[in-house]
Nanobody, 121 residues
């Protein structure tokens, strides 16, 4: 079993910054992709940013230039530095990981429980 534990959410004002962290723990052989999704009230969950084990990154257009995703492979941890936050960034942010438990098992997807980010304008 694997658990993803997120931290770093909160209530901030527009223009402020926040840093989210997510650590994966449990039986882990390798993690291919880690990332962050978000879901605002009444909207579908959307990809915010993702990073591969080789540090290739992908961002949704609305956060490019403001958010930075990074990863510490030794700690099985992914970070999301969010700068110049806007009211439109308000959502529950979910950590996501695609990983193998052992060399012989297929990759599986795991989700964190989510952390609330609220940006007041």
């Amino acid at each position: 079993q694997v658990h993803l534990v997120e931290s770093g959410g909160g209530l901030v004002q527009a223009g402020d910054s926040l840093r989210l962290s997510c650590t994966a723990s449990g039986t882990i052989f390798s993690i291919y992709v880690m990332g962050w999704y978000r879901q605002a009230p009444g909207k579908q969950r959307e990809l915010v940013a993702a990073i591969t084990s080789g540090s290739r990154t992908n961002y949704t257009d609305s956060v490019k230039g403001r958010f930075t995703i990074s990863r510490d492979n030794a700690k099985n941890t992914v970070y999301l530095q969010m700068n110049t936050l806007q009211a439109e960034d308000t959502a529950v942010y979910y950590c996501h990981a695609v990983l193998r438990h052992t060399h012989f098992t297929d990759p599986l997807t795991y989700w964190g429980q989510g952390t609330q980010v609220t940006v007041s304008s």
